[in-house]
C-alpha cells in the first residue's frame, strides 16, 4: 500500500505566498514522475505542474513566473512554491505519483486526499 499525504493548504490574501508539500510512504520501490493538481467547484481537474526523476519539469502556463515545483526523491516527496497569489487559483490541491511498489511490484499512479488552498481578493 502507498500512501501520499499533502499539507501547507490554507487561506491566503492575494499577492500572499503558499507552499505546498506532499509525502510518499508505503510499499515504496521507485517514484516516477510527481505532479500537482487542482480542481476548483464546477471545474474539471487540472495538472498545475510535474515533475520528473530527472529533474525536468512542466508548469501549465497560467502558473509560470508564479509557482514552482521541486522534489526530494530521496524522502518521496514533492513541493509546490506559490507566490503571487490569485484569486482564481482558489481550489483544491491535490498531489500526485507514479509509483512502482514493492509488492507486487507494479506501476501504478496514486493520489494524496486534497488541500484547500483560498485565495481572497
Not at 18 to 36: E, H, N, Q
Not at 71 to 92: C, F, H, I, R, W
Amino acid at each position: 500500500q502507498v500512501q501520499l499525504v499533502e499539507s501547507g493548504g490554507g487561506l491566503v490574501q492575494a499577492g500572499g505566498s503558499l507552499r505546498l508539500s506532499c509525502a510518499a510512504s508505503g510499499s515504496i520501490f521507485v517514484t516516477y514522475d510527481m505532479s500537482w493538481y487542482r480542481q476548483a467547484p464546477g471545474n474539471q481537474r487540472e495538472l498545475v505542474a510535474s515533475i520528473t526523476r530527472g529533474g525536468s519539469t512542466n508548469h501549465v502556463d497560467s502558473v509560470k513566473g508564479r509557482f514552482t515545483i521541486s522534489g526530494d526523491y530521496a524522502k518521496n516527496t514533492v513541493y509546490l512554491q506559490m507566490n503571487s497569489l490569485k484569486p482564481e487559483d482558489t481550489a483544491v490541491y491535490y498531489c500526485s505519483a507514479r509509483i512502482r511498489t514493492r509488492i507486487p511490484g507494479s506501476i501504478d499512479k496514486y493520489w494524496g486526499q486534497g488541500t484547500q488552498v483560498t485565495v481572497s481578493s
